[in-house]
C-alpha cells in the first residue's frame, strides 16, 4: 500500500518576508495539500485535473508578481530566477497536457511529491536569497 502524501504546512522557515509573496506560497502550499488529501481519499483523478489547472494559472501569476518585484528592486540574480521559474512552468504545462490526453497519465501520488520537494526547496533555497533585497526595497518605500 502506498504512504498517504505529506502534508506540507506554512511556516516561519518558508517566510520570504514580503507579505503579498509569503500569501501567494501558503496558496500555492493549499493547492498542493488540496491534491495530498485528494491521493490520501482516493478521489485523486478529478482533483488532479482541478489543482493542475488551478496550479498552472497561479503559477504563472505567482511567478510574473514574484519577478516583477525582484525587476523594481533591482535584484541581481533576477535571471537565473526567472530560468527557474520557466523551467517549473514548463514541466507543470507538460504535465497539464498530459493529464489532458490522457488522465490516468498522471500520477497524482507522484505529482504531489514532486511539487511538494520543488516548491519547498525553491522557497528556502531560491526564494530566500531574493528576500534581503525585497525587504530593503519594502523599508525604503
Known sequence: MDQAPQIVTWSANLSVGVDHLDAHHRRLIELLNQLGGAVTLGDS???????????????????GEEERLMEE???QDLDAHRQSHRIMAEHVRTLEQAYDRDPCAVVAAELHGFLADWLVHHIRAEDSRYAPTLCQMAQAV
Do not use: C, K, W
Not at 483523478?45 to 511567478?63: A, D, K, N, P, S
Open 73 to 75: 528592486a533591482g535584484y
Open 45 to 63: 483523478r478529478q482533483v488532479t485535473g482541478m489543482v493542475l489547472g488551478e496550479l498552472i494559472r497561479y503559477v504563472f501569476y505567482h511567478f
